[in-house]
């Protein structure tokens, strides 16, 4: 079975049946499939394709870069005996871009968003009188559509610059669960350690009955902190706030906070929640929070009331054989691990809301998160609509994951080029701002990473001008930039402005969120870099070069490193597109470990 994990680690029921696999599927270049009926059981597929990977990858079993701004899929299952009498849910992990979702040859349903997923109750379209089930899935991703949120995905057949392959239809695992025909529709947990709480918000489906009540569990290393029993009297949301500190001082966040999640200190808390009636065990739903705070203060940022230092790698997520879509589990921590071996504490992750597994690992692990968004080439109403429902989405699949401590919903301008002067732009940039925080007051937002910002908790600054190691004008003004708070806050470094009009510096904490770029790899013939180095010493003369000077600066609290693998033509990574190190792990670490202003870095 291709992706064999559970696909929703924030909240697991233990009877699943995973739909990965060879699906039946075709092109519909003549755009025929809805008008032919494709979904109709006469209608037969003549390819196959390896579901959840994108038709495009060389693990899907079909490797056709080309543009197919239509495609279909077709499978059959069967639903278990021992699921006899319970509601069937069916989830789709992401599909790019919309979808129309066919069961037994009718619709189902429908959706529109390729970064993250949606599920439908398919047990009024199942036929009793059949064992085998057909489940029919009607792919559009326009190539040309510029209102699109496509983040790195080239509009043309091959790649080019920092554009990459696309990835089209189905995407992350697709997969089946039984539930009562009352449960627990969605958890949210939000730990608030100044208290020692954790707030629950609980949601239902189905019909309650007059003694239908919720068991909270909580455990630490299997050591049970809490069980509560809840009267639940309404479907909509239920909220309790549940103290788990208690008494004892050795937890709280003033006498070290033992138990609360860091990347040096991963400290989970485990939950179950029980939804009942009586005896009745309508559902049971199995999840985990961290007991983390993020915030910023006098220009500094600080993780769990004490001053953090950033040490980002940016990271977009893709791999040579399945493109967007990791090709097994381990990929995933194989990616942490190297990169906190290499002394980074987090990631940006670039132009891609990535899998809940990987964010279960950086949960695991220990490894801080940058969320973004892919972006839309241009801005249009159209546009706006588009990129504000994705975010809904977002923000309810990975509330409740303690390593993601910031969003950043634009980046460089794009999808908003006239954003500088542009009123309609700014405004749609403050929208998203208060809309983030409105629904996750919890995390900082960085607007528009990069420059041109407007409300932001982050002033966020690109730059990759310090040069090779014979530039050494480029080299004297990257130390000056870096130093001079008055540069560092102008238009010098990229040529933009740091803020848009009508904005100003209001003392967040300033970071370098992008920087290096540093291309080394001799062999792919048209790989390039922001800068480049000829061998493995030169790479570690500019990168020691730019993180020391980055570390050394009384202005700059934290940075984002360009970046953290190869990704087909672009050869800045310090790994390899398959992720092999280009360079020594140990040397990288010692390079970005210090101590600076009292802040350990590690």
Not at 546 to 557: A, M, N, T
């Amino acid at each position: 079975m291709l992706r064999p994990e559970y696909p929703r680690p924030q909240f697991i029921r233990k009877d699943w049946l995973n739909l990965n696999g060879s699906w039946d599927f075709d092109f519909d270049d003549n755009n025929k499939a809805l008008e032919q009926h494709w979904e109709k059981d006469t209608h037969k597929l003549s390819q196959k394709v390896q579901v959840p990977f994108c038709f495009e990858s060389k693990l899907s079993g079909i490797e056709d870069t080309s543009i197919h701004n239509r495609c279909f899929y077709k499978r059959t299952f069967r639903i278990p005996k021992e699921w006899e009498g319970k509601n069937i849910l069916l989830h789709f992990g992401a599909v790019d871009y919309y979808c129309r979702v066919y069961m037994n040859e009718k619709l189902c349903c429908e959706h529109e968003g390729g970064s993250v997923g949606f599920d439908v109750d398919i047990t009024h379209y199942l036929d009793k009188a059949k064992e085998e089930q057909m489940l029919a899935v009607y792919v559009e991703d326009p190539a040309f559509d510029e209102s699109i949120p496509r983040g790195k995905q080239f509009w043309e057949e091959k790649s080019a610059g920092i554009w990459y392959t696309r990835t089209s239809g189905i995407w992350q695992t697709v997969w089946l669960e039984p539930v009562d025909p009352l449960h627990i529709r969605h958890l949210k947990l939000t730990p608030d350690i100044d208290r020692g709480e954790v707030h629950l918000e609980a949601e239902f489906d189905g019909s309650l009955l007059e003694n239908t009540c919720l068991e909270v569990t909580i455990l630490f290393k299997e050591e049970r902190i809490c069980r509560d029993i809840y009267s639940v009297t309404s479907n909509e949301v239920f909220k309790r706030s549940i103290n788990i500190i208690g008494d004892k001082i050795f937890n709280s966040s003033v006498h070290g906070g033992r138990r609360n999640w860091s990347p040096e200190n991963p400290a989970l808390y485990d939950i179950i929640l029980t939804l009942k009636s009586g005896e009745i065990v309508h559902d049971e739903v199995t999840s985990y929070f961290g007991m983390r705070k993020i915030h910023t203060e006098n220009g500094m940022t600080y993780l769990n009331n004490q001053p953090y230092y950033f040490k980002l790698v940016l990271d977009q997520g893709y791999w040579p054989e399945g493109i967007l879509t990791a090709p097994n589990d381990k990929a995933f921590q194989l990616d942490i691990n190297l990169m906190k071996e290499m002394g980074f504490n987090g990631c940006r992750k670039h132009q891609k809301i990535e899998d809940p597994r990987f964010l279960y690992w950086a949960d695991r692990l220990g490894f801080l998160v940058w969320g973004e968004l892919a972006a839309s080439c241009i801005f249009t109403n159209r546009s706006a609509a588009r990129h504000t429902r994705e975010w809904t989405e977002i923000l309810r699949r990975d509330y409740n994951h303690p390593s993601i401590v910031a969003w950043v919903p634009f980046n460089e301008s794009w999808g908003i080029p006239n954003i500088k002067n542009n009123l309609t732009q700014q405004n749609h940039t403050l929208s998203i701002y208060y809309l983030l925080k409105s629904i996750d007051p919890t995390r900082l937002v960085i607007n528009n990473d990069g420059w041109e910002l407007t409300k932001t908790d982050i002033c966020a600054i690109h730059n990759y001008s310090h040069g090779n190691e014979q530039d050494t004008g480029k080299r004297e003004f990257f130390k000056r930039f870096i130093n001079d708070k008055s540069i560092l806050l102008s238009s010098a470094a990229s040529g933009n402005h740091t803020f848009a009009d009508g904005f100003s510096y209001e003392g967040q904490p300033i970071l370098i969120t992008e920087c290096g770029g540093i291309n080394y790899n001799t062999s792919h013939p048209n790989g390039w870099g922001y800068t480049s180095a000829q061998n493995v010493e030169e790479f570690y003369s500019q990168y020691r070069f730019v993180i020391e000077s980055i570390l050394e600066s009384d202005y700059v609290y934290g940075f984002c490193y360009t970046q953290l693998s190869d990704v087909e033509q672009e050869t800045n990574g310090l790994l390899t597109y398959d992720r092999k190190p280009k360079f020594d792990p140990a040397r990288i670490r010692e390079i970005n470990t210090a101590f600076r202003h009292g802040i350990a870095l590690e």
